[in-house]
């Protein structure tokens, strides 16, 4: 994996983010495109989220906006950090209801792709959803759960989070829609995922999802299905790390993907 480019900004004392017009040219590129691409595609609960948002279409926006509005829907704010943080902080913001966004945005050379989740993947792709309660619901716990779990069994918890918040599917009553915000979040993978005849969709259970290997660098060969929101909210009230544990025993599956060319 090569080494990121990227740096933080950082806000100033009143929590401002100040963005070059490129930067916010790069946003406007992203949001125009993807806004067209996610018709047909995204999940109805996640364009609901969006028009309440509002966003900005021409700069980037600052996470207190976003905040404002998801604090009345659900509680939650949006919070800028880093772009990798350790997973005690990202379990404890979730505990907090704080969800992290790396505060820096692509370049205009890496628009279809990035190793690393920039402001618009966690803006445009995870905000809309945090003020749909049984989602925002469902991060809350899952943050809690990360607390309380030892290493070993957060490595498996993250496949969980893989494999509904970023890369999760869902069957409708007009057809297959995203509600993973790596999908949303991406042009290719919007199209791949709900379209293509390519990859593997099969029905969500968290013991396959937590004994499913995956790869964050290449399109997904795979991905969850579930048949509604409420399965999440049924999810959080299992014992997870009980879950977690028993997945460990049982072994992780064969993996889905090519094992070279990172």
């Given amino acids: 994996m090569k080494k990121t480019t990227y740096v933080a900004k950082l806000p100033d004392e009143n929590g401002h983010i100040a963005y070059t017009p490129e930067e916010d040219s790069v946003w406007q590129i992203l949001y125009e495109r993807q806004i067209k691409t996610l018709e047909g595609r995204a999940c109805e609960e996640y364009l609901e989220g969006l028009?309440?948002?509002?966003?900005?279409?021409?700069?980037?926006?600052?996470?207190?906006?976003?905040?404002?509005?998801?604090?009345?829907?659900?509680?939650?704010?949006?919070?800028?950090?880093?772009?990798?943080?350790?997973?005690?902080?990202?379990?404890?913001?979730?505990?907090?209801?704080?969800?992290?966004?790396?505060?820096?945005?692509?370049?205009?050379?890496?628009?279809?792709?990035?190793?690393?989740?920039?402001?618009f993947h966690e803006i445009f792709g995870h905000a809309p959803l945090l003020t749909n309660t049984v989602y925002a619901d469902f991060v809350y716990t899952y943050g809690k759960i990360g607390l309380a779990a030892s290493h070993a069994e957060r490595v498996l918890l993250a496949r969980l989070f893989w494999f509904t918040i970023e890369f999760g599917l869902i069957q409708t009553s007009v057809g297959l829609r995203a509600y993973g915000a790596g999908i949303l979040s991406s042009?290719?993978?919007?199209?791949?995922?709900v379209e293509s005849q390519i990859p593997q969709r099969v029905p969500f259970t968290a013991m396959d999802a937590l004994r499913m290997p995956y790869r964050y660098d290449i399109i997904q060969t795979l991905y969850f299905v579930i048949e509604k929101y409420s399965s999440l909210y049924e999810l959080i009230n299992h014992d997870i790390l009980g879950l977690?544990?028993?997945?460990?025993?049982?072994g992780e599956y064969p993996p889905d993907y090519p094992l070279h060319g990172c």
């Avoid at 404002?68 to 800028?80: D, F, M, N, Q, R």
């Fill in 51 to 119: 028009h309440q948002l509002n966003l900005p279409t021409h700069r980037v926006p600052q996470c207190n906006e976003v905040s404002e509005v998801l604090t009345k829907a659900t509680g939650w704010s949006i919070a800028p950090v880093p772009a990798l943080i350790p997973f005690d902080t990202f379990f404890t913001m979730l505990a907090n209801k704080q969800f992290p966004a790396a505060s820096f945005i692509r370049c205009r050379e890496e628009l279809d792709y990035l190793q690393e989740p920039d402001i």
């Fill in 187 to 193: 042009h290719s993978e919007t199209i791949y995922a």
């Fill in 244 to 250: 977690i544990r028993e997945a460990r025993l049982l």
